[in-house]
Structure formats: C-alpha cells, structure tokens
C-alpha cells in the first residue's frame, strides 16, 4: 500500500475548535470547523501548495499537521507512520523531520536571543550534545542561507524583513528536515526582496531535496513556486490538481473565481471577472450541503441539500463540485 | 483636456534628530488632475504613505513638513492652520485607510459616523444627515443598508468596512479621494469587489484618485498614471501602459521582473539584491545606485528627472542623453 515516493498522506483531518460559552462559561456550545475533513498526499521532493483566503483553515491545516494544535480527527501518515496517536516524546523526535516556516519575521524571532541562539536551539532540542559540532552546523546553515557569521552575533530586531526570513528559514533547515511547511513565508516582504527568499528556498530544495508545503493566498506566488495545488474553501478542500491543470482550467466554480479575481497583470489586459458576492460565511454555520453554494454562480437546485465529495473528474485531477458527480446515486 | 486640480511643489517631510533633518519625503513635486487615477507605487519605507498623510495634513507627531507646498485651486496648505485643514479634510479631500477595523470608531454605529461627517461640513438636519447616510450605504453597494445604518464596526466584514470607510469618505462628495493601500487587508475576491466599486463610483462622481500601493497589480487595474517612489523620491513617472510596456529606471525594471507572472513559468525569480536603505542611513548620489545593476561613476551625483522621447520622466542618469537629444530636435 505504501507508495515510497508518497511523503506524507493527510486523510480526514479535521480540527473544529469548541467556543465556550452558558452560564459558567465552560460548556462547549458550539466548533468552529476550522478545518473540516480534508485529504491529499504529498510526494518527496514536489512543492505542495495550499491556497484559500483567509479564514479557509490553511494554516490550521499545516500546524494540525505538525500537531502544534492538536486536531480534532484524521490521520496524518508520514512515511507511512501515523503521527496522530504518537505521544509527545515521539511526536518530538518527529518534528526534527518536519519542520515549520511562519509568515510574520517579526512575531517568530525571540527578540532577547541572539540570531546563533535561535538557529542553535533545535539542535539542543534533538539531542545534538557537542557543542562545537553544534556550532559547525550552525555556521554551515547560515552560509547556505546567506547570512554571514558577524550577522549570527546579533539580535533580531537589526535585522531586516527578509533577512529575518532567512534566520528562520535556516532554524527550520538545522535538524536536517525531510519536509518543511512554509506558511505565508514571503507574504510580509516586499516584491523585491519576496523573490529573494522564494529563490533562496528553490536553491535550498534542489541541494537537499526538501518537500515543502506551500500554504498562501498568493495565487501568482503559488503557481511560481508550486507543483501541485490545492485550493481551500471554508475548511475544505475543493480542488486538487497540478498547477498547469489548475491556472489552465480550473473546474471548481470557486478556483475560477479567485483566478478571475487576481489584478491583470498589464493594463491592456481585460479580464473577464467573475465577481463574487457577498462573503465568506462563518465556519460556525457553514451552509448546508456544498459550502459554496450560497455564493457559487454556477449553484443548481441540489447544491444547497447534497454535500459533493472531493472526486476525479479527470485524471490527476479532484474537484468537489456536483457539476462534475452523478448525484442520482447519492441522494439519500 | 486635463485639467490640473492638485499640484504638489517639492514637499520635503522628515523628522528633526539632533538639529539635523532627516527628510522621509525628499522633495517629490507631481500634479493630479480632474478625475484621473494616480497611482503611487513603492515598497515599504519609500514614502508613499507620508506623501498621502501630508495630502491630508495629518502627518504624525515628530514628523515635520520642513518646506515645499501642496496647491488646490487657490489654496496652499504650506500656511495652513488647523482649522484651515479641517475646512479641506472631507470636504475637499478624503481619505480611505489599509485598516478599515482600525479607521472605524468602535463605539459609534456606521449611521453616526456618516453622519458626523456631513454635519460638520454642511448645515443640514440630523434628519437630512441620516438620509445621505443611507444614500451613501446604498451608494457603496452595502447589502440591507436600512438595518447596516444601525450596526457596529466589529458586526461587519472586512470587505463591507472598507465599504463604509468609502461611504464616509464620499459623504460630502470631495473632488479627491487617497486611498492608501484600500485593498491589502482584503483577500483578493474582496478586493476584486473593491476595486470594481472605486471605478463605479469614480465615474458617477467624476472624483480624482490618489491610489497608493505596493501592488503593480492593482495600479495596472486601476491606474491613468503612475509614479514610482524609492527611498524618499520620485524615480520615475509615466502613463500606466508605457510603465508596464517599458518601464525606464532599473528600479522599476527590477520590480517589474520580480514578480512573478502568473503566464510564464521560469526556474527563478529575478531580484534586486540588497535592501532599501535606511532614512538617515541614504547612499550619496543616486539612491538605487548600491542595489542597481548598471551602477556608473555619473551615479555619485544625484540624478535629476530626465524626460525620455516617450514623455515617461526618469530619475536615472542613463538617460541624461535621450533628453538632451530631445532637446536638441526641438
């Protein structure tokens, strides 16, 4: 059953956060779905990216993943081996393969350590005892990462946006990981310095073979960056593809939207847009049956009673939609 | 036939630091005309933004206008007082922020923060007021906006904020409307909505926009002209199809080929190497000259705006010769 070039495979997962509320204010009255049963697989060495707007539960997904929020249900096979279910000793010794990437330089840096202190510190944490080997690996990451060893004296708030970027891409780098998830890792940057890092982690990928799960709401940066996509909706996944076949034709009214949505890139260039109306509803309520369909222009009479499932509707290519499912055999 | 409404003349704002002036905006001039889209790109710390504070006479404490003057029509705001301002702020000029959570008064419903606008600057009835509060909720497309009138900030969307913050910026109908960054809070179909609302709107009203953002995206949507911004300084300025068609200043050129285009693949990104300087901390010379890829000894001086043939000006000493020869054809 395994596939050996399938890195991780994510089957179900779901993380509904509980709100609190009655007299005593400890009753759990109702979950948001943050994220609500989604399923993909990852193979060794692709970019896997994860895009959605905000509020779509993309980066619940990638922190449920590493269980730094426990989710609620699912499973999450890493090379095969169910990370939910292992205990925190295990669930430790995991993390030195998978590692993390979070978006704001500012908020994931501690501000009283020192750049060398913070790139060493998962070292200490997995176990690496010799304290010179500790600073050969640290010296080593940040010369791939390019930061210089006077820079490693420092604290982090003389440094840069996108240099702190690459302070925090080399403590993800230090423990050797097989997978890195990168959540919004440029969307703080500016253009200019934005194609640095994304350029710095392809350099890194091809040296070490990284896998990386790309989570953004950067529909240009995605298609840059990764192989296969899929696109999130209100803790959902509704459409799984590659990257050709998803900026090509994507058959998910919803990833036609937010395609149409993205500013032209010239100014003789006219889109056809299609606008959505209204918002995103809330994750407390999601609507009944297809989540989408109270904002869907394509919505038929049995969107709003049955619930599509996340089917191929041609080869390497899943979409949850009922335009493209037989429903006849589903009622009921 | 355009016709100049707002003319800026070598605004210069910085901030005073051991009796030394440190200038933030370094003495930009550009004009605005009558219902045109400007836009103003650059990347964060270039001064867009306090370009479009001191639009509004709201630069924040410390910072100084240290000389330079803003016309509209026969007034120059170089000489004005507070109270001045105020008489100009909404009236004549208004303004729409990044944050519509943080520009909203949390405690006030959308009905009185319209309305405080429209009583302030015209003498009619609460009853009068409340009338052109629902005039505009409907103007801006807000869903049931006889209840909405009612509600508070925090019970709606972001989108449906920054609705309102444009509603209360067209309340008294100005001739210019900054938007500073209106749609980099909002995920991209929101904006989508947005930014189709601004040109509706832009039409009916026939306003002037001062669009400013680091999306060349959205200036590419949106804009009739634009100006580049870089530490402090104009680089270039050019119609929006001749930017994007040949951009002229290597910043631009850089900028423009760092992003990733969404029809093409290709293995790497190009990028600019280095990082914007410091206000404070400036290069001599050109600014760009550290990070720029055709770095001369002419460079050492600061350049001033050439003309290119296009009519596209550029801060960049790479086309001290197409100008002159310009020159020389007239």
Not at chain 1, 125 to 144: H, L, M
Not at chain 2, 174 to 197: F, Y
Not at chain 2, 199 to 223: F, N, P, R, W, Y
Request: include cysteine; aromatic fraction near 6%.
């Amino acid at each position: 059953m395994l596939n050996t070039d399938e890195l991780l495979r994510v089957e179900d997962l779901k993380k509904h956060f509980p709100i609190k509320g009655g007299i005593t204010g400890k009753k759990t009255v109702q979950h948001v779905k943050a994220v609500d049963g989604i399923s993909f697989d990852v193979k060794r060495g692709e970019t896997f990216g994860i895009v959605g707007e905000s509020g779509c539960g993309k980066s619940t997904a990638g922190r449920a993943i590493l269980r730094m929020i426990e989710p609620t249900d699912g499973h999450i096979y890493f090379e095969g081996k169910d990370l939910v279910g292992l205990n925190k000793t295990e669930m430790r010794k995991m993390r030195k393969d998978i590692q993390i990437i979070f978006q704001d330089p500012f908020a994931s840096l501690n501000p009283r350590m020192r750049v060398f202190d913070i790139v060493e510190e998962p070292l200490i944490n997995f176990g690496v005892k010799d304290a010179k080997e500790r600073r050969r690996r640290v010296e080593e990451v940040a010369d791939q990462v390019g930061l210089t060893l006077a820079q490693l004296k420092r604290l982090p708030h003389e440094f840069s946006g996108g240099q702190r970027q690459r302070i925090g891409i080399a403590r993800a780098l230090i423990s050797k990981p097989k997978l890195i998830i990168a959540d919004e890792p440029v969307s703080a940057l500016d253009v200019s310095i934005q194609s640095q890092v994304l350029n710095l982690m392809k350099d890194l990928q091809k040296e070490f073979g990284l896998t990386y799960i790309f989570i953004s709401h950067d529909l240009s940066v995605v298609k840059h960056f990764c192989d296969r996509i899929g696109v999130m909706y209100l803790g959902k996944m509704v459409e799984i593809t590659g990257k050709e076949k998803l900026y090509d034709r994507p058959l998910h009214p919803y990833s036609q939207a937010l395609l149409s949505a993205l500013p032209s890139s010239h100014p003789l260039q006219k889109k056809e847009r299609i606008i959505l109306t209204g918002d995103v509803p809330s994750p407390v309520h999601p609507p009944s049956g297809c989540s989408f369909h109270t904002r869907c222009p394509a919505r038929m009479e049995v969107c709003s009673t049955i619930e599509p499932l996340l089917l191929e509707a041609e080869s390497d290519h899943r979409v949850s939609c009922l335009l493209y499912q037989e429903t006849e055999t589903r009622t009921g | 036939m355009d016709i100049k409404l707002l003319e800026v003349v070598n605004l210069k704002v910085g901030v005073n630091q051991d009796n030394k002036e440190i200038p933030i905006v370094n003495g930009i001039s550009f004009h605005l005309n009558k219902g045109e889209t400007l836009g103003i790109v650059g990347e964060s710390g270039c001064g867009k933004s306090m370009t479009s504070l001191a639009l509004m006479g709201l630069l924040p404490p410390g910072v100084d206008w240290q000389s330079g003057d803003i016309i509209l029509e026969d007034m120059h705001f170089k000489n004005f007082k507070n109270k001045d301002w105020r008489s100009v702020r909404g009236k004549k000029i208004s303004m729409i922020f990044q944050e519509p959570m943080s520009s909203l008064n949390p405690v006030y419903t959308v009905a009185d923060q319209i309305m405080e606008i429209v009583l302030n600057h015209e003498n009619v009835s609460k009853r009068q007021a409340r009338v052109r509060a629902l005039e505009m909720l409907k103007l801006v497309g807000i869903p049931r906006p006889e209840q909405v009138l009612d509600e508070y900030p925090h019970q709606l969307s972001g989108g449906m904020r920054q609705r309102i913050m444009i509603a209360i910026a067209l309340a008294c109908n100005p001739e210019i409307l900054i938007a500073d960054e209106p749609t980099t809070a909002l995920d991209v179909t929101i904006q989508a909505q947005i930014l189709e609302l601004m040109k509706e709107i832009q039409e009916k009203l026939h306003m002037s926009i001062v669009l400013i953002t680091h999306d060349l995206g959205v200036v590419a949507e949106m804009c009739d002209r634009v100006m580049v911004m870089y530490a402090g300084e104009i680089v270039e300025k050019a119609k929006v199809v001749d930017l994007f068609d040949s951009p002229k200043h290597p910043y631009t050129q850089g900028l423009l080929e760092s992003l990733p285009d969404i029809n093409k693949q290709m293995e790497y990104l190009s990028s600019i190497p280095g990082i914007v300087p410091a206000p404070g901390n400036m290069p001599i010379g050109c600014k760009f000259s550290p990070r720029c890829p055709f770095v001369h000894d002419r460079c050492s001086v600061n350049p001033p705006l050439f003309d290119t043939p296009e009519g596209t000006k550029v801060k960049c000493w790479l086309y001290e010769e197409a100008s002159v020869k310009k020159e020389a054809v007239l």
